[in-house]
């Protein structure tokens, strides 16, 4: 079955800085991989999504994500926090044939002045 | 992309009753899901509500404590009853096409408090 980790369960970053949110993947099959943001008291937005085609996701809100199958991980990058990004992120994959998400954990990421 | 709306955004319910969750979609869609998001975690998915037919449960999840109906391509409802606090959670529908290549889109939730 497949499962996916988020390493770090909150993470803060200076405004400006370089965010770095991890996630790793168990797949028996080519995975797909989604990653969510979800701000206080809101549902769950796409941020961006991997299908197989380019290992480099670029996604909204200057985001990106680069799938490596060597390492079994989906990483999501920004290179310059902004207030607006503090929110809780959630790596997901599909599961088998379907598009049933398993999500992670989830990362609370926090940006300060 | 799918403009999705729940009945009721919040709510405050006592021990023992139930309640029932609506979730309404702008346009015909082809999978529904419902999901929980307990407090301070992750979302786990309860069951894909399926038109016409039963709901598919996951592991862990009944039909009797979670019935569900989707009486259309736009529309469904899930109930929960006989609740207990245990059952205090963000409730959250969401949508897709039927492939994996779908995007699946949530609604905004249910912020469900049981005393």
């Known amino acids: 079955a497949q499962s996916v980790t988020q390493l770090g369960s909150h993470v803060s970053v200076s405004e400006g800085a370089l965010v770095l949110l991890r996630c790793n993947y168990s797949s028996s099959v080519p995975p797909y991989l989604f990653w969510y943001v979800q701000y206080p008291n809101q549902g769950l937005q796409l941020l961006l999504k991997?299908?197989?085609?380019?290992?480099l996701v670029k996604g909204i809100n200057g985001f990106e994500a680069e799938f490596k199958k060597s390492e079994t991980s989906f990483h999501l990058t920004k290179p310059s926090a902004h207030m607006s990004d503090a929110a809780e992120y959630f790596c997901a994959v599909t599961e088998g044939g379907y598009n049933k998400l398993i999500f992670g954990a989830g990362t609370r990421l926090a940006v300060h002045p | 992309s799918a403009v999705i709306s729940q009945k009721p955004s919040r709510d405050i319910c006592q021990r023992g009753t139930s309640l029932t969750i609506q979730c309404q979609v702008d346009s015909q869609v082809t999978m529904m899901f419902w999901y929980r998001q307990q407090p301070g975690q992750s979302l786990t998915l309860i069951a894909t509500a399926n038109q016409g037919s039963e709901a598919t449960y996951e592991s862990g999840f009944v039909i009797d404590k979670f019935p569900i109906s989707r009486p259309n391509l736009t529309f469904s409802t899930l109930t929960v009853s006989n609740m207990s606090p245990e059952d205090s959670s963000i409730y959250l529908c969401s949508v897709s096409g039927e492939t994996r290549l779908d995007t699946q889109y949530f609604g905004p939730g249910t912020r469900l408090t049981v005393l």
């Open positions: 991997y299908t197989s085609a380019a290992t």
